[in-house]
T-cell receptor, first 114, second 111 residues
Framework: DAGVTQSPTHLIKTRGQQVTLRCSPKSGHDTVSWYQQALGQGPQFIFQYYEEEERQRGNFPDRFSGHQFPNYSSELNVNALLLGDSALYLC?????????????FGSGTRLTVV | GQQVMQIPQYQHVQEGEDFTTYCNSSTTLSNIQWYKQRPGGHPVFLIQLVKSGEVKKQKRLTFQFGEAKKNSSLHITATQTTDVGTYFCARGLQGAQKLVFGQGTRLTINP
């Protein structure tokens, strides 16, 4: 049990469509980050949400947007899907542990764009 | 300057052999985290190193942080088939609000 819940687990979409991915953080964690992991690569930071605001953003276009709700859960939205958006999308929740931040990753949503 | 480089990219060993992966940065790291990702799985946090020269052990795993805080290593003694997976290092930026991952070292083991 990862403690972080993501849905759906798998998704197939057509180019040009829009997709929404969902994440429920680990209990006690108030910060949610999203990462994109292409096959054979390390995860790439998309953005992070805290107190319902986007706090940090990686090098991703505006087609990628997000939201955090009062219960700390989060959504990642991707518009105008491209074939290159096919990847594993990981949600990570975090909390400060005294000497640093502790991250817990969810099992991810595998998105295939055809 | 924010990237972390991991070597090797792939490592295949016989069960029982040792394994080491290295993580290097051109700039000083405030902290380094290590993750393991099993095939088809998600990254699982292993450890965080913060102090210069720090060495931490978890059973057969030994993690080191360089004196200059520009490199780190993960060493596994006497590998087992359960160690199969990709090991990632990740540096924390902006107070670790953002993780920058290396490309990972994929470990395969011949039983």
């Amino acid at each position: 049990d990862a403690g972080v819940t993501q849905s759906p687990t798998h998704l197939i979409k057509t180019r040009g469509q829009q997709v929404t991915l969902r994440c429920s953080p680990k209990s006690g964690h108030d910060t949610v980050s999203w990462y994109q992991q292409a096959l054979g690569q390390g995860p790439q930071f998309i953005f992070q949400y805290y107190e319902e605001e986007e706090r940090q953003r990686g090098n991703f276009p505006d087609r990628f947007s997000g939201h955090q709700f009062p219960n700390y859960s989060s959504e990642l939205n991707v518009n105008a899907l491209l074939l290159g958006d096919s990847a594993l999308y990981l949600c990570a929740s975090s909390a400060y542990m005294g000497q640093g931040w502790g991250y817990t990753f969810g099992s991810g949503t595998r998105l295939t764009v055809v | 300057g924010q990237q972390v480089m991991q070597i090797p990219q792939y490592q295949h060993v016989q069960e029982g052999e040792d394994f080491t992966t290295y993580c290097n940065s051109s700039t000083t790291l405030s902290n380094i985290q290590w993750y393991k990702q099993r095939p088809g799985g998600h990254p699982v946090f292993l450890i965080q190193l913060v102090k210069s020269g720090e060495v931490k052990k978890q059973k057969r795993l030994t993690f080191q942080f360089g004196e200059a805080k520009k490199n780190s290593s993960l060493h596994i003694t006497a590998t087992q088939t359960t160690d199969v997976g990709t090991y990632f290092c990740a540096r924390g930026l902006q107070g670790a609000q953002k993780l920058v991952f290396g490309q990972g070292t994929r470990l395969t083991i011949n039983p």
